[in-house]
C-alpha cells in the first residue's frame, strides 16, 4: 500500500474516534441534565360514599291499593297493597317492608309492619298493616314504604312516598291494657298496662275500647313490648252498662285452648281494666254465650 493512502485511512479513523467522543459527551451531558426529579407523593384513603336509596314509583315493584295519594286519613289506617318481586320489592318470613306516617314536618308519627297476608315466597304478594295515631298539628303528611333489605346492602334499598292529608274531625282517645314484660320482667300475672288508641268519634266509647283490646297490638306496640293473652278470633256478643256495672258476653274464642292459671289471670285483666277506666264501670262481670260459671278455668 502507497504511504499516501496509509496516512489517509488514520486520518479517518482519528476522525471517526473524535466524532464518537463529541457524540459520547454531548449525550452524557444532556441525560444528567434531564434526569427526573422524584416527587414525594402522599398516598390517601378514598373516604365512602353513601349509596343513595332508590325511590320507586308503584310500577316498580311495589303497589298501593289504600290510601291513594293525597287521601283524607285518620287512624286507624289500614294501609295495603302488594309486591311484585321486581326492583327489590319481595318478602322475607312473612313481611314485605315497613311503612312510616310522617307529618308535615318529616317528624314521624307512628310506624307499622307491612305483614304479608299471602304467601311471601310467591307473587304477587299481598301486604297490610293498621296504624293508630293522634291527628297530627300539621295538614298533610307523608306514607314512607320501604322495602325488606334482608341483605343489609345499602345499594338494595328502596323507599317510596305517598302524600297524604289528615282529617281535622274530632277524635276519641281510648286505652286498651296488654301485657308487658319489659315493664313486668318478674312476669307476676297480676299486671297489665294501657296503650293509647285514637278512633273515630264514637259514643259508644266502652265498646269500642274492647274492640281495640281485641284486635291486638299495633306493630309499634308489639316492637315496644306489648303482647296480649286474648284469642284471635274473640268477638263481643253483647255489652251492657248499668249501675256501674259492666256486663260483657263473648263467644266461645275467649276460651278456646286456653290453660293455666297465669293466662287466665292476665285475660281477665285485660278485659276488667279496659272497662274500668271508664268513670261509669265499677265492676266487670264476664259471660260466654250467656254462662259465668266454669268459664275461663286454669
Not at 313486668?184 to 294501657?194: L, N, Q
Not at 274473640?234 to 292459671?261: M, P, R, T, Y
Request: hydrophobic share 40%.
Amino acid at each position: 500500500m502507497k504511504k499516501s493512502s496509509i496516512v489517509a485511512v488514520v486520518s479517518l479513523v482519528v476522525l471517526v474516534l473524535v466524532g464518537l467522543g463529541i457524540w459520547y459527551y454531548q449525550n452524557s451531558k444532556s441525560d444528567t441534565s434531564t434526569t427526573p426529579t422524584i416527587t414525594p407523593t402522599t398516598t390517601t384513603t378514598p373516604t365512602s360514599t353513601p349509596v343513595p336509596v332508590v325511590t320507586t314509583t308503584l310500577s316498580q315493584g311495589l303497589f298501593v291499593n289504600t290510601p291513594k295519594a293525597n287521601a283524607v286519613v285518620s287512624s286507624p289506617l289500614v294501609v295495603s297493597g302488594h309486591v311484585d318481586g321486581k326492583n327489590r320489592w319481595t318478602g322475607f318470613e312473612g313481611q314485605v317492608g315497613t311503612v312510616q306516617l310522617l307529618d308535615g314536618n318529616g317528624k314521624m308519627v307512628t310506624m307499622g309492619i307491612l305483614t304479608a297476608t299471602t304467601d311471601w315466597m310467591k307473587f304477587p304478594t299481598n301486604f297490610s298493616t293498621s296504624l293508630n295515631f293522634a291527628n297530627p298539628k300539621t295538614s298533610v303528611g307523608t306514607l314512607v314504604f320501604k322495602n325488606e333489605n334482608a341483605s343489609g346492602l345499602p345499594n338494595y334499598e328502596r323507599e317510596f312516598r305517598l302524600p297524604v292529608k289528615f282529617s281535622t274531625s274530632s277524635q276519641t282517645v281510648v286505652r286498651a291494657y296488654f301485657v308487658n314484660n319489659n315493664l313486668d320482667p318478674k312476669m307476676t300475672c297480676e299486671k297489665v298496662f294501657p296503650v293509647t288508641r285514637f278512633l273515630p268519634k264514637t259514643q259508644a266509647v266502652a265498646k269500642a275500647a274492647l274492640e281495640e283490646l281485641l284486635k291486638g297490638t299495633t306493630d309499634e306496640e308489639m316492637l315496644a313490648g306489648y303482647s296480649t293473652s286474648l284469642n284471635a278470633g274473640v268477638k263481643i256478643n253483647s255489652l251492657v252498662i248499668d249501675k256501674g256495672v259492666a256486663k260483657v258476653d263473648f263467644n266461645e274464642a275467649l276460651q278456646n285452648g286456653v290453660a293455666g292459671s297465669c293466662r287466665v289471670s292476665v285475660i281477665r285483666l285485660q278485659i276488667i281494666n279496659t272497662l274500668k277506666q271508664f268513670k261509669n264501670v265499677s265492676s266487670v262481670v264476664i259471660s260466654i254465650n250467656g254462662k259465668t260459671e266454669d268459664i275461663l278455668q286454669p
